[in-house]
């Protein structure tokens, strides 16, 4: 099976509210990739959070789209480029996008592939509640612009339409 050069990994627990908003996402980008409304240039991926067996999975890239819920975002949605980088969470059971992109860089001796994390503002995580209505809209918004940067799937494209370069630690 050869890789596509894009990889969308949605993670989240389905079971918690909006922690869901991840998994949701990619079942909604990978129907509209099916419907023929965005290119299919892209694999979906999707666990409950980033271990460091995913670094396996960013191999033949050229870009990564993390999608997360976030309970940190000031809007409806916070595109960012991500850094490899070892932060807290690189020894953890659950891994931030920069920790598992430094593993891969350790791993393959090679720098990894261009990544950004499209962080979703979520409100309510509580164990087996639906994704909250106001999240739900926020998805609607962030899908629309995922849509926009498959679309255009550069990395000079994507950083031109991030906030800053940042090390992103695990935002849910």
Known sequence: MTNKPVLVFGYGNPS??????????????????LEGRVPDIFDVLTDFQLQ????????????????????????????????ASKDNSF????????????????????????????AIQG???SLGKPISNKARDNLENALDFAFQLLGQARAAKWQQMARPVAVISAVS
């Open 123 to 125: 409100f309510e995580f």
């Open 16 to 33: 918690r509210g909006d922690d869901a908003i991840g998994p949701e996402f990619l079942r909604m980008i990978d129907r509209a990739r």
């Open 52 to 83: 460091v067996e995913h670094a396996l999975d960013l191999e033949h890239r050229k870009l990564i789209l993390f999608v997360d819920a976030s309970v940190s975002a000031s809007s409806a949605f916070e595109f960012s480029q991500v850094m």
């Open 91 to 118: 020894t953890t059971h659950a891994m931030s996008p920069s920790a598992l992109m430094a593993v891969y860089e350790n791993v393959s001796s090679i720098t990894a592939p261009e990544a950004f994390l499209l």
